[in-house]
């Protein structure tokens, strides 16, 4: 192809290279593209349809690794792509194939999805996987293409909520989850962010009484080849391969415009908009994987090289590479994601996928390392929402309270503590005193506050709340790995019958332990989230790893919905809520005041304070914890009816607020008959 084929030319005049992507300012469009090692990089233009390459124009400007370029006259909507020259030499890391189509990893829109054809590889892919051989084939044609973004929106005086973290109550969904199978959301919009947004879901959001929506990764991922060769898909879509640009599939209108309106009206429903984001990784996969983007930009910066061996990725993220963000350009790029889905889009916060691998440095995870430092001093940034999933697979990955503030981090202590306690486990008592409390031992500690710990029961990955009570074991085998996939320490019980049953007896008992569950949650010191679908008991079938499962499995089945579940739901939140200042405190509760009496105490159902014996009774069940100076006693039953003698109160008289049992406790003569397997909270009356 003639490298001036069409009437486009760069006005030389007028590049700037101060912003990366792909700009209009309202007479044309300048393009800026970071490459360190690169000997020439071109612009491709392609027709509307994205099926022709109409104009490929070398950018005419290098300064400092960005090269760029300014097109009078370009318009948004304009699709385009590069082609990266530089040396194919994998053993020192470079993998420049101009014959690959690359995305811009600052696009702002994506049009289409990746065909997957043995062309998209910089290699010769064959059975030896020789990735030190060199394709010749164009891979445009089965690429998406960038879509240069009209920017323009009417925000009508949007801003971002901030709701305080003692406030907060996190809601983790998912796109197309979410609505899918909702009978009030339209056709049209189902599984896309106009969907999420509509007043079906949004009504149901605030009658919950949550304040964030919490959406598993938006930015336009991979469908990896393996998946769609089975019939399967990355539903999850941790597999992100532009960082600007949201999934295609999930805009109705084609437009990121629909992205900023679900922001819009999910603001003016009170509700924050949080991101799940994957700094840590792309989708190319490891260094067999497609060139896409990165990879064929340049591969040595963007991704950590195997220690003594650039010809390989090295990975701590179990997907074949890592990104490269103590890479200076790669640690920008990360920012600059992060502060236009803040300040373009208006987002009120991030979840990061993976974070320890973000805290890496030469000697390995380091609280105080180049990343944290960024978002620490950006003035966008540190204003945010930042919440950390504290583990990869590298040495040295799990960090769960390793996190330097403002970060707040998912704690599956609380998960596994909170499961395990309400099965039955023995020996609980300390390890679930702990998690009422916030997790003390993790968090308090370098200033934290008693918000860091983000408490959850479940989540989309592992078992559902009410898969913890209806299986012992996972059932992954619509996955298609013969069930080796997803964990097997579930510290789920399925109480007589595996999967679904018509034993009343047998449901009774998971109804009650799952409200019981949610009401521990709802009371327990920290941030709760729920898992979308859990306050209606929805099941997954016992598929606790239904990342490529966008079926019926994973989507929300709205018509099947407990309408029980969901009215305690909705009460126990309704209760933290009303009691935040006890149940949501910014400062640990422990011991003693400063002279002011004590915060804490626990309680043996005897009526006496719990004594160091007391917690090593691997056969005490049933305990009791006030909380001052608001004067509210929690009584936690994991066993059978417990008599509970309740302490002396100021007043000299208590009243039941909450009971999670169904059949509600019963107060006589300073004794609580507190039904088996039941939360029961009361106040002064």
């Given amino acids: 192809m003639s490298e001036t084929k069409g009437v486009y030319a760069f006005d030389t005049s007028r590049r700037r290279n101060s912003e990366l992507g792909a700009e209009y300012d309202g007479c044309g469009v300048n393009f800026a593209i970071f490459s360190e090692h690169a000997s020439k990089i071109e612009l491709c233009l392609f027709d509307l349809g994205g099926d022709s390459e109409t104009a490929r124009l070398a950018l005419p400007h290098d300064e400092g690794g960005i090269w760029s370029g300014y097109i009078p006259g370009l318009k948004p909507g304009q699709l385009y792509g590069y082609r990266v020259h530089g040396p194919y030499a994998p053993e020192a890391g470079h993998r420049f194939n101009p014959n690959k189509l690359l995305l811009d990893p600052y696009a702002k829109e994506i049009n289409g999805e990746i065909k997957w054809d043995d062309a998209l590889h910089g290699y010769i892919l064959r059975d030896d996987q020789d990735d030190l051989s060199f394709d010749p084939r164009d891979s445009a044609p089965f690429m998406p293409k960038c ?55 949004l009504a149901h959001l605030q009658s919950l009484g949550v304040t964030a929506l919490e959406l598993l990764p938006i930015h336009a991922f991979t469908n990896d080849k393996h998946l769609v060769d089975k019939g399967l898909s990355n539903y999850w879509g941790y597999q992100t391969i532009s960082f600007f640009a949201p999934q295609p599939r999930y805009l109705s209108t084609g437009h990121i415009a629909e992205v900023k309106q679900m922001v819009k009206a999910c603001h003016k429903a009170g509700i924050e908009v949080i991101l799940d984001v994957v700094y840590n990784h792309t989708g190319e996969g490891s260094e067999l994987g497609p060139t896409l983007s990165f990879r064929g930009i340049d591969n040595a910066s963007y991704y950590v090289p195997a220690e003594g061996n650039a010809r390989h990725t090295h990975d701590d993220t179990g997907t074949g590479n890592t990104l490269n963000i103590k890479h200076p350009f790669v640690l920008r790029m990360v920012m600059d994601s992060l502060r236009f889905w803040v300040q373009a889009m208006h987002v009120d916060g991030f979840r990061f996928d993976l974070a320890s691998t973000l805290g890496r440095e030469a000697d390995g995870f380091d609280r105080e390392g180049g990343f944290f430092r960024a978002l620490l001093q950006d003035p966008v940034l540190s204003k945010v929402k930042l919440i950390a999933e504290p583990w990869d697979i590298g040495d040295q990955g799990y960090q769960v309270g390793g996190f330097p503030w403002p970060f707040r981090e998912w704690n599956d202590k609380f998960r596994d503590d909170t499961r395990a306690w309400w099965r039955g486990d023995p020996g609980m008592l300390p390890d679930l005193s702990q998690r009422l409390l916030g997790s003390p031992v993790q968090f308090d500690h370098s200033h934290r506050p008693a918000t860091s710990s983000i408490n959850f029961l479940s989540a989309h990955d592992g078992f559902t709340l009410r898969d913890t009570v209806s299986y012992a074991e996972k059932h992954n085998e619509a996955n298609g790995e013969g069930g080796a996939d997803g964990h097997s320490n579930n510290l789920s019980a399925n109480l007589g019958a595996e999967g679904d049953t018509d034993d009343t007896a047998i449901l009774d008992a998971r109804a009650r332990r799952m409200r019981a569950m949610m009401s521990t949650l709802m009371v327990s010191q920290g941030v709760p989230m729920i898992l979308a679908g859990d306050e209606i008991a929805n099941s997954q079938g016992g598929n606790n790893n239904a ?19 969901l009215d305690h739901t909705r009460a126990a939140i309704a209760l933290r809520r009303e009691l935040a200042p006890a149940f949501a405190r910014h400062d640990f509760r422990m011991g003693e005041d400063a002279g002011a009496g004590p915060i804490v105490v626990w309680h043996h159902p005897e009526g006496r304070k719990m004594e160091e014996g007391d917690w090593q009774d691997a056969g005490l069940r049933c305990m009791g914890l006030a909380l001052f100076p608001k004067q509210i006693l929690i009584v936690i039953n994991s066993g059978g009816n417990c008599q509970f003698k309740l302490p002396a109160i100021d007043n000299g008289a208590w009243a039941l607020r909450h009971d999670s049992s169904g059949q509600p406790a019963t107060l006589q003569d300073g004794i609580l008959l507190v039904p088996h397997q039941s939360l029961v909270v009361l106040t002064p009356a």
């Fill in 147 to 201: 879509v240069v973004q009209d920017a323009d929106f009417d925000w009508d005086s949007d801003l971002a909520l901030d709701h305080d973290w003692a406030e907060t109550i996190f809601y983790e969904g998912h796109v197309r989850g979410l609505t899918m199978l909702h009978p009030d959301v339209d056709d049209s919009i189902k599984g896309t962010f106009a969907g999420v947004c509509d007043p079906a879901i």
């Fill in 547 to 565: 990342y490529c499962q966008d079926t019926g499995i994973s989507w929300i089945d709205w018509a099947a919905a407990d309408q029980t579940m």
